[in-house]
């Protein structure tokens, strides 16, 4: 990718016995989807959001007194029909006509690029939608912000009942290289286990299966006393600033500041099993998102009679040093990784050291540091706990024979909870600084002149977008407490009741991490309550982000199903 320059922005040894691996991949798995189900981009303009002290919750979850569980488990809630539920899991006719419909939507061209989109597309795709879900839009009060924005508001009786809101995105990311797809993109094609094509997994999945659960909701004849309201964006793989961030702000106009019960966005794998335990990761926060841009201007001239270094060379200098110079991993207690581990710990059987370590990584740095070590050494599982840096574009010089007056190094960073958009800032400014001192160069950070320009030249440091990890949302509270129920019932007793014979045994359910963002980076004032989760899961195999995309049928089914019986459960 090749990015234009942005304007300057504000900156406002355990255990004898080895520890088994199998519970290490399958946190790992969940790391890829989190980033592969949430988007790629970078905003090219002012977009710049200050550093929130809001987004470090003073929530601690995961302390509790020694006598207590660390991941409390809570009984199942049943859902109200259960025989409409069995009928949406298992009915074939039904099965039928629900992967044609999502098809539908799959054959419906909503690709989105980092350059300058046609949203125009997307009245043709609300129109798609209306077509196969008329009782849904014939029963919603529809809005639509910023022209293309789609939300459906399903009022409810009681209106002291904060209302839910349930997200997806209608855009994809572009199809690529056709010659590398087995299946056409845009084909929606079905073939009785899987429906493949262009946003079939990401996430025209979730958007239909919202519509489809209302579809069943208002076929029952259930009378809603909680509002129900579904939103969906046009632009979450570029950054939602145009879609989700208008639903945000109209929600938060129509329902106030903090006052929904709960979103419910794309996000962590519902069902994952790690060692001999079922686990449904809850996302509850993500990481933070910081690009900056280093730019070097020196002299320029004839290659034949050069100084002895060039912009090139010294941007070279300055990403060597800071390559070299990691983060350091943290992990602190309110971090929703650390609840996550903890429950793997309390429940899965690992290593008996390491679970030691895991649970008492709130009390004891020695401990909490250990299990910092263990998670380093695995490239997928580091990032987890360790923010990350990756020097992503440069650009630099405009022919051979030519010294090169300007260059720039455009860098990515995912800060981890525990860090802050200021400590980015500060290590670049630092290694900045060691060559601007060592070659006599200038620094010029954010506007302000740090060292004086010089004839050698100068060093420019530009934040380009900054957004502060979220806030977290509580884990283990009342909220929490029939959300985690209401999923039990439904994976325990419904989709795969030969799995929980045992009295003991039980889907565990515990926070987690995204390392990428998603369109609910703009609903942080909408609610305490946001959770980065779906319904089924489809393996890494099933193409996010990458060619051959599909979507196992029985996945979407659970999408529909499972919020059929939370809308019932608790609306």
């Known amino acids: 990718m090749s990015e234009k320059l942005l304007p300057q922005s504000t900156f406002d040894g355990f255990a004898q016995r080895k520890p088994s691996t199998a519970w290490k991949k399958s946190l790992a798995t969940f790391a890829i989807l989190s980033a592969a189900s949430a988007s790629v981009w970078l905003v090219l303009g002012h977009n710049c959001l200050k550093f929130?002290?809001?987004?470090?919750?003073?929530?601690?979850?995961?302390?509790?007194?020694?006598?207590?569980?660390?991941?409390p488990s809570f009984p199942q809630i049943a859902f109200t029909d259960i025989e409409q539920s069995k009928f949406i899991l298992n009915d074939e006719s039904f099965r039928n006509v629900s992967a044609l419909k999502l098809s539908k939507a799959v054959q419906y061209d909503t690709q989105?690029?980092?350059?300058?989109?046609?949203?125009?597309?997307?009245?043709?795709?609300?129109?798609?939608?209306e077509e196969q879900y008329p009782t849904v839009f014939g029963n919603a009060t529809i809005f639509k912000p910023n022209k293309y924005g789609l939300v459906l508001e399903f009022k409810g009786s009681d209106e002291s009942l904060q209302p839910i809101v349930l997200m997806a995105h209608q855009d994809t990311v572009p199809i690529g290289d056709m010659a590398k797809w087995t299946r056409d993109p845009l084909g929606g094609e079905y073939d009785g286990e899987k429906v493949y094509g262009r946003g079939a997994m990401d996430c025209k999945n979730?958007?239909?299966?919202?519509?489809?659960?209302?579809?069943?909701?208002?076929?029952?004849?259930?009378?809603?006393?909680?509002?129900?309201?579904?939103?969906?964006?046009?632009?979450?793989?570029?950054?939602?600033?145009?879609?989700?961030?208008?639903?945000?702000?109209?929600?938060?106009?129509?329902?106030?500041?903090?006052?929904?019960?709960?979103?419910?966005?794309?996000?962590?794998?519902?069902?994952?099993?790690?060692?001999?335990?079922?686990?449904?990761?809850?996302?509850?926060?993500?990481?933070?998102?910081?690009?900056?841009?280093?730019?070097?201007?020196?002299?320029?001239?004839?290659?034949?009679?050069?100084?002895?270094?060039?912009?090139?060379?010294?941007?070279?200098?300055f990403i060597v040093g800071y390559e070299d110079d990691q983060f350091s991993p943290v992990m602190p207690n309110i971090s929703p990784m650390l609840g996550n581990l903890q429950c793997l710990a309390e429940h899965a059987d690992i290593n008996a050291s390491l679970k030691s370590d895991i649970l008492k990584a709130h009390l004891d740095e020695a401990s909490n540091k250990r299990v910092l070590d263990y998670m380093t050494k695995d490239r997928l599982t580091k990032y987890l706990v360790q923010t990350s840096q990756a020097v992503d574009i440069i650009e630099g010089g405009e022919k051979i024979n030519s010294l090169p007056r300007n260059t720039t190094v455009i860098i990515n960073h995912r800060i981890a909870i525990g860090d802050s958009p200021q400590d980015v800032m500060d290590k670049i400014v630092k290694h900045a600084t060691i060559v601007a001192k060592k070659f006599n160069l200038g620094l010029i950070v954010d506007g302000t002149e740090v060292i004086p320009t010089t004839e050698e030249g100068f060093f420019n440091v530009r934040p380009l977008y900054i957004l502060a990890s979220a806030p977290i949302t509580?884990?283990?509270?009342?909220?929490?407490?029939?959300?985690?129920?209401?999923?039990?019932?439904?994976?325990?007793?419904?989709?795969?009741?030969?799995?929980?014979?045992?009295?003991?045994?039980?889907?565990?359910?515990?926070?987690?991490?995204?390392?990428?963002?998603?369109?609910?980076?703009?609903?942080?004032?909408?609610?305490?309550?946001?959770?980065?989760?779906?319904?089924?899961?489809?393996?890494?195999?099933?193409?996010?982000?990458?060619?051959?995309?599909?979507?196992?049928i029985d996945t979407h089914l659970q999408v529909i199903a499972f919020y059929f019986g939370y809308i019932l459960g608790i609306c």
């Open 52 to 71: 929130n002290s809001k987004s470090v919750s003073t929530f601690n979850s995961y302390a509790a007194p020694p006598d207590e569980s660390l991941c």
């Open 112 to 129: 989105v690029d980092d350059g300058d989109p046609d949203f125009t597309k997307f009245e043709g795709f609300h129109k798609v939608l």
């Open 206 to 317: 979730l958007l239909v299966g919202c519509l489809g659960a209302m579809e069943q909701v208002l076929a029952s004849g259930y009378k809603l006393k909680r509002t129900v309201t579904l939103t969906f964006g046009f632009d979450e793989e570029i950054n939602g600033y145009r879609g989700a961030k208008h639903n945000a702000e109209f929600l938060i106009d129509r329902y106030g500041e903090k006052n929904v019960y709960q979103v419910i966005d794309e996000g962590s794998p519902a069902f994952l099993k790690t060692e001999d335990k079922y686990f449904s990761n809850m996302g509850t926060s993500e990481k933070g998102y910081f690009d900056i841009a280093v730019d070097v201007v020196a002299p320029g001239g004839h290659s034949s009679i050069p100084y002895d270094h060039t912009s090139i060379g010294y941007i070279s200098k």
């Open 474 to 552: 509580p884990a283990f509270d009342e909220l929490w407490e029939k959300f985690a129920g209401h999923i039990r019932y439904f994976y325990e007793e419904l989709v795969h009741p030969e799995l929980f014979t045992d009295e003991s045994s039980q889907i565990i359910i515990g926070p987690g991490l995204m390392t990428a963002n998603t369109d609910t980076r703009h609903y942080w004032d909408v609610s305490d309550h946001i959770f980065r989760w779906q319904p089924g899961f489809d393996g890494l195999e099933a193409g996010i982000h990458n060619v051959n995309e599909y979507i196992h």
